[in-house]
């Protein structure tokens, strides 16, 4: 009955590959974010998605691409990778519904290595 | 936009000590400010959490955090530390009007030696 779940939990791929990171949510939560936690540590928030409308970090190279089939889901996308998009990425759900007050409940992080 | 500063970088401490990180955050409106912990390899989990009301939260494991509003703080304390709150904590804030994006701050390494 995990919350957030995401799929893989590693993976190692070569430069140049297009790979797919899954996240599904069983809490209703409304809206579905990406994370990025690089080496240090830090997290940089990469996207949100509530209700068809998509927030982009503009920092966010355009090879990353969210998609997401329902509400429940929000799936990540990469094209072309490059040995900097190692990092762990964390998927995070949460409610507008309860005032912004709920906080963020993560997935477990799925440890992309790029070699 | 809003942005969070921990300006602690890595916090050694003997078990029993006490425990207080800093968390100064950057916004001019109201705001959710919200400590999470993740423990080595794990994800993050929340701590406590602050949205209204009496600005001293008490959270899980012993945590509490004082909202301070006029010092933009929210600092994370804990009386006695034990080894097993060996891990990386990360203070964060959202609006509580707009996109509800969660920004974190860079993070303190707590380090509890026995």
């Known amino acids: 009955d995990t919350a957030v779940s995401q799929t893989p939990k590693y993976l190692v791929t070569q430069m140049g590959n297009d790979k797919s990171i899954k996240c599904e949510q069983n809490?209703?939560?409304?809206?579905m974010y990406w994370y990025k936690q690089d080496s240090k540590k830090f997290l940089k928030i990469m996207f949100s998605?509530?209700?068809?409308?998509?927030?982009i970090n503009e920092t966010v190279p355009n090879r990353f691409s969210p998609k997401s089939p329902d509400k429940a889901h929000l799936n990540l996308h990469i094209n072309s990778l490059e040995l900097g998009d190692s990092a762990v990425y964390f998927c995070?759900?949460?409610?507008?519904?309860?005032?912004?007050?709920?906080?963020?409940?993560f997935g477990s992080g799925t440890r992309l290595t790029v070699v | 936009a809003q942005s969070v500063s921990q300006h602690n970088h890595h916090v050694i401490l003997s078990e029993a000590a006490s425990l207080e990180l800093g968390c100064n955050y950057s916004?001019?409106?109201?705001?959710?400010l919200f400590w999470y912990v993740q423990y080595p390899g794990q994800h993050l989990q929340l701590l406590l959490k602050?949205?209204?009301?009496?600005?001293l939260v008490k959270g899980i494991k012993g945590f509490e955090a004082e909202f301070i509003k006029s010092k933009f703080s929210f600092n994370l304390r804990k009386p006695s530390v034990q080894w097993s709150d060996t891990a990386e904590y990360f203070c964060a804030v959202n609006a509580q009007t707009g996109a509800n994006n969660l920004f974190f701050g860079t993070g303190t390494r707590l380090t509890v030696i026995p």
């Open positions: 809490l209703g939560h409304d809206t």
């Open positions: 995070a759900s949460s409610s507008r519904q309860v005032g912004f007050s709920g906080g963020y409940t």
């Open positions: 916004y001019g409106g109201t705001v959710n």
């Open positions: 602050y949205f209204s009301g009496d600005p």
């Open positions: 998605y509530n209700n068809k409308e998509l927030i």
